[in-house]
């Protein structure tokens, strides 16, 4: 097999002969009346350094070998230009499992998970001085297996976090957010309540996602219920063996739960209706975008010299050129 090409190194007239990883495949049909009937597809193709547009026009190729999300291929092409750097692909194969390098294909988070967890218990230890909402969460992280899943789950698919223990970062992030939030505005929010809903407000995502999916492909029960609904049960299953519940703390956690998204377009079941679900949406948002624009300048330079490549989620390139550093002023007599 030929040496690995990574999609970050990959530049304007390259020859490809590599395998990647299939994030996403569509199909289209040809608008020319002397192809009538034939298609051609579109792929995102991936690997641990980033993602790559590619077209191959042949479409009935990828029908043939039955191809989808999560599938790895060697590919053969060439890197072209249109809208930011494009693969064209002559042919491709499907590669045989045992001659799949996971570790070509699935990133992890730069952080140990396990002093990601521990950061994590402290927070629950120190910080949630509300018995019954500390109760909760030892509900769920006490349990051994469950806090390992939870330590190794992606945040997404592809928009934010999307690699091996991004679940833990992005929350630990959201908790540091609410964090500076209850700084500035001590009197309004519900410490407690508000670093809950940081720490469960994505707990569905461990039933949304396949973790052992190399393209962390949905689930049926992800695609069917979602996210936000899945862990407003998991949450409402737990809180039945917890006596004594207070009824609004309750409703108001199950709320942020519901509205963590922000808006109804977002994939929000309601908008944020109280300070701590609006502060916690606001916690989640920054993490998220700041995770998606860090990416971007991980990835470099596209077409356009000091300029990303368009990244279509966030609307816009990212100048990658970035201020001199200061230099000290001397002291004068």
């Known amino acids: 097999m030929n040496k690995k090409q990574f999609v970050k190194d990959l530049k304007l007239g390259d020859a490809v002969d590599s395998p990647f990883l299939v994030l996403e495949m ?7 009346q002397k192809r009538p009937g034939e298609k051609f597809a579109r792929l995102l193709l991936s690997d641990t ?9 042949n479409g009935s190729l990828a029908e043939d070998l039955s191809l989808s999300p999560g599938t790895v291929v060697n590919v053969r092409g060439e890197v072209g230009e249109y809208n930011g750097l494009q693969v064209t692909v002559n042919s491709l194969e499907v590669l045989p499992e045992e001659q799949v390098n996971r ?3 699935q990133s992890s988070s730069a952080r140990e ?3 990601m967890l521990n950061q994590l218990s402290r927070v629950m230890d120190q910080e949630i001085t509300h018995p019954q909402l500390r109760l909760l969460l030892y509900s769920f992280f006490k349990d051994k297996e469950f806090a390992r899943v939870f330590a ?5 698919r592809k928009v934010h976090h999307n690699y091996l223990g991004g679940l833990l970062e992005h929350t630990l992030e959201v908790v540091e957010h609410c964090r500076l939030m209850l700084q500035l505005h001590s009197g309004r929010l519900h410490p407690s309540l508000l670093l809950t809903g940081a720490i469960l407000h994505d707990i569905g995502k461990l039933q949304e996602y396949d973790a052992k999916s190399l393209a962390f492909n949905l689930t049926d029960r992800g695609k069917l219920v979602g996210h936000i609904c899945i862990g407003l049960e998991m949450v409402q299953e737990k809180l039945k063996a917890l006596e004594d519940f207070p009824a609004g703390i309750r409703m108001e956690l199950e709320h942020m739960l519901l509205s963590h998204h ?3 377009e977002w994939g929000s079941p ?3 209706k109280t300070f701590n679900a609006y502060a916690l949406f606001h916690a989640d948002l920054v993490s998220a975008r700041l995770n998606q624009f860090s990416g971007l300048l991980d990835k470099g330079q596209g077409v356009e010299p000091g300029w990303s490549e368009w990244d279509r989620l966030l609307e816009r390139s990212v100048f990658l050129s970035s201020p001199e550093p200061e230099k000290p002023v001397e002291a004068r007599d």
Not at 49 to 57: D, H, Q, T, V, Y
């Open 270 to 272: 309601e908008v944020p």
């Open 103 to 105: 570790r070509c294909f």
């Open 152 to 156: 190794m789950a992606p945040a997404a």
């Open 113 to 115: 998970p396990k002093d």
């Open 49 to 57: 350094s980033g993602s790559i547009k590619s077209i191959l026009w």
């Open 26 to 32: 569509k199909f289209y049909k040809f608008s020319q």
């Open 262 to 264: 922000g808006e109804k």
